[in-house]
């Protein structure tokens, strides 16, 4: 595989220039601040899964900011990789501490979602017209859906909390694949407002997290 091999899979890029996706560049930011303010929410908490989830977060924005300034191969990597952990590592917190599952079941659950997503993919592709590559991501969405709606009655705090995730991640994954259909009309395109309201989506994501185990704690005594 040719690494160093360039991708312009974006409507701002015109050319291969370091900054010539500027607003898709510099909008990864929204990733980082949603990263500092869920580690200050975190921090001293004694959540260790929720620190690994926001050092992701963090690594997402810089992964997402070099493959929108370089745009190559080996960018395109690193912007894929940590979203694909920042998956694994919720779903695993999810079954581990909202469905109270043994480690082992909760590793083994979280591993399920490659078939999962491999099998859903196609089906949201052919179900949503204009979708694209975008069909992956909607599995995701459409896994927290069916976790919040599973979690209604024995966490029905949480199970809202997935489901406001569920509709930032859909908005943000309609800006994403609208971003080459409305070129013409609109040169900046629209993918920048993946990044915003994915860095929402994922801390707020964080939060839920945080949010259920303090009430987890709470009702303890």
């Known amino acids: 595989m040719d690494w160093t091999r360039p991708i312009n899979a974006y409507c701002e890029r015109l050319d291969a220039s370091y900054w010539a996706e500027p607003v898709n560049a510099v909008t990864n930011a929204a990733f980082l601040i949603a990263a500092f303010i869920m580690w200050r929410r975190v921090r001293g908490l004694g959540l260790p899964l929720a620190n690994v989830l926001v050092a992701i977060l963090a ?8 493959f929108h300034t370089h745009a190559t191969a080996w960018a ?38 490659f078939p999962y997503a491999a099998l859903a993919a196609p089906v949201l592709q052919a179900a949503i017209p204009g979708l694209g590559g975008s069909a992956a991501y909607g599995t995701v969405a459409a896994l927290i859906v069916i976790y919040g709606i599973l979690l209604m009655r024995r966490h029905p705090e949480t199970g809202r909390g997935l489901l406001i995730g569920a509709a930032i991640l859909c908005a ?32 707020w994501m964080i939060e839920v997290y945080r949010r259920h185990m303090l009430a987890a704690r709470a009702a303890r005594g």
């Open 59 to 66: 690594v997402i924005g810089v992964g997402s900011f070099l």
């Open 76 to 113: 395109s990597t690193a912007d894929v990789i940590p979203i694909v952990l920042f998956i694994l590592v919720y779903i695993f917190t999810a079954n581990l501490h909202y469905w109270g599952l043994p480690i082992w079941a909760a590793l083994g659950l979280t591993l399920l979602f």
């Open 172 to 203: 943000s994954i309609t800006f994403r694949a609208l971003d080459q259909p409305l070129c013409d009309a609109f040169p900046l395109g629209t993918h920048f407002m993946w990044h915003i309201l994915n860095g929402t989506m994922l801390g």
